[in-house]
């Protein structure tokens, strides 16, 4: 199972693995508030910046969809993806962390989503 959760969040017993994907440290928090840390399923910086740096109207949103899906393509991100989808089906939860407000748009529901349908998202174009 995958779920998501921002990192500022409290742990929880059903949590399982809790993995924190950003490129960079959450602000005041200690490492035993994660067991892992992947930043090969984090936005490169100037995507991230250019986001971050917009309106985030839906419009904003798809540009930046258009920038994250092939960062996510490269071979480090695609291995990782594919570790966590298998890892995931061998009954593990998996809990992907991130700095965004719950409901907002986070890359983190994107590499959920990629994990879960890894063969028809990652697969060749």
Same mark, same amino acid.
């Given at each position: 199972?995958?779920?998501? +959760?921002?990192?500022?969040? %409290?742990?929880?017993?059903?949590?399982?693995? $809790?993995?924190?994907?950003?490129?960079?440290?959450? %602000?005041?928090?200690?490492?035993? $508030? =994660?067991?892992?840390?992947?930043?090969?399923?984090? %936005?490169? #910086?100037?995507?991230?910046?250019?986001?971050?740096?917009?309106?985030?109207?839906?419009?904003?949103? +798809? $540009?930046?969809?258009?920038? =994250?899906? %092939?960062?996510?393509?490269?071979? #480090?991100?695609?291995?990782?993806? #594919?570790?966590? $989808?298998?890892? /995931?089906?061998?009954?593990?939860?998996?809990?992907?962390?991130?700095?965004?407000?719950?409901?907002?748009?986070?890359?983190?529901?994107?590499?959920? /989503?990629?994990?879960?349908?890894?063969?028809?998202?990652?697969?060749?174009?």
């Amino acid at each position: 199972m995958i779920k998501t +959760k921002r990192i500022y969040e %409290p742990k929880d017993d059903s949590d399982g693995t $809790r993995i924190l994907i950003t490129r960079k440290w959450p %602000p005041g928090q200690k490492k035993d $508030r =994660f067991d892992e840390w992947i930043k090969d399923l984090a %936005p490169k #910086e100037d995507t991230l910046n250019k986001w971050q740096d917009s309106k985030r109207t839906e419009e904003d949103w +798809k $540009r930046y969809t258009v920038m =994250f899906y %092939p960062q996510m393509k490269e071979s #480090e991100s695609v291995d990782r993806i #594919e570790e966590l $989808r298998q890892r /995931s089906n061998n009954g593990e939860t998996i809990t992907l962390l991130c700095y965004c407000e719950k409901g907002e748009h986070c890359h983190r529901y994107i590499i959920k /989503s990629m994990i879960d349908n890894s063969r028809s998202v990652i697969g060749s174009d």
